[in-house]
């Protein structure tokens, strides 16, 4: 498997946008993957290795969004946006020559891919979404905002584990250990001696500003934009932010949309286990994608 580390492009303000490539000169249609909120490309390390490395393997794209892990921090913290964001993923299209691709969104990722439903639609071969849609539990909302607002430094990764279990552990019953060093190995880097969540903590401030008592907009509009393209929605079996019954809907509105259900787990849920991630393979196999 080629896997490149170290390739960076630039963004239409200047920003390194950091990208990690695996399967690098496989043929065919390559995946994109974009994370959630405060994550970064290693959320999908594991997937993209089995993605690139089956029986008819993809290239994957996985993406640091900019002020996530390797990729540059925005001075202008108020361009910390979808729109923004959204951009950024087809400035890296374009360096990369990529004109069409299957995506895969988790969270934030998702809603950025929303967006390109709209602006975009025609770098959109196939998509799939992460316990994401078109409306979000103020609920699950409100969970991002506690966790986000603890604070606490580990001092190595294996107490980052801990901590993740404490904090997530009801909501992912069918993690292993070894799963949750393997997110603490996502979500942390060790920078000058010390470990740390690798984004800009100007997002998670952004985030826990946002006043959650004011109706939030709907996006069922730009969900209909999918209408057409191969669509895949992941939902986790506890997960609040993308209830049951958005994801039934989702399934009424796009009768083609394949609906999964990850089984012990919440947001969002992790994507190489419980077959999840041969479940999103034989689905990017379709011959329309």
Request: net charge negative; proline share 7%.
């Amino acid at each position: 498997m080629n896997v490149s580390t170290g390739l960076y492009t630039k963004s239409v303000d200047g920003l390194s946008l950091h990208v990690r490539i695996y399967g690098e000169h496989l043929p065919g249609r390559p995946v994109v993957c974009l994370p959630g909120l405060t994550r970064n490309s290693r959320d999908f390390h594991q997937l993209a290795s089995i993605l690139s490395q089956s029986a008819n393997p993809s290239k994957v794209v996985t993406i640091d969004s900019r002020g996530r892990g390797l990729s540059d921090r925005d001075p202008d913290k108020s361009r910390y946006t979808l729109p923004i964001e959204a951009l950024d993923v087809i400035t890296v299209l374009d360096a990369l020559q990529i004109e069409r691709a299957a995506f895969i969104g988790t969270s934030r990722g998702g809603l950025i891919l929303h967006l390109l439903a709209v602006t975009h639609p025609e770098r959109l071969a196939a998509v799939v979404l992460n316990d994401i849609g078109p409306v979000i539990e103020v609920e699950g909302l409100k969970q991002i905002q506690a966790y986000l607002g603890r604070g606490r430094q580990p001092k190595d990764f294996d107490e980052a584990a801990a901590l993740l279990e404490q904090v997530h552990g009801p909501a992912f019953p069918a993690l292993a250990p070894e799963d949750w060093r393997d997110m603490a190995d996502a979500i942390y880097r060790e920078i000058d001696g010390r470990i740390v969540a690798d984004f800009d903590p100007a997002i998670a401030e952004q985030f826990r500003a946002a006043d959650l008592e004011q109706p939030l907009p709907d996006l069922w509009k730009n969900f209909e934009a999918f209408a057409g393209k191969p669509l895949m929605t992941i939902r986790g079996g506890t997960s609040r932010l993308l209830s049951a019954e958005t994801l039934a809907e989702m399934a009424a509105r796009h009768p083609g949309m394949v609906p999964v259900t990850a089984t012990g787990q919440g947001h969002a849920p992790i994507l190489h286990l419980d077959g999840i991630a041969e479940r999103i393979q034989s689905f990017l196999a379709t011959p329309s994608i």
